[in-house]
């Protein structure tokens, strides 16, 4: 899998809720983003096809 690079600007608070979230479910930051945004399209069904299936980490 390719993987592109892009800069995120968020509110200080919520960039803290977001890091006590990954260091709750042992992720680091980026995994923990990664994750939430796979399960948002996942779960609004806007993934492709060949991608909605896979395992979920």
């Known amino acids: 899998m390719t993987k ?16 006590k979230w990954a260091a709750d479910e042992f992720r680091s930051v980026n995994g923990q983003l990664e994750w939430m945004i796979t399960k948002m399209l996942r779960d609004a069904r806007r ?3 060949d991608t909605r299936n896979e395992d979920q980490e």
């Not at 592109?4 to 890091?19: I, Y």
Request: no cysteine; charged share 45%.
């Open 4 to 19: 592109k690079k892009f800069v995120l600007r968020v509110e200080e608070k919520t960039m803290k809720a977001v890091e």
């Open 47 to 49: 993934l492709p096809k």
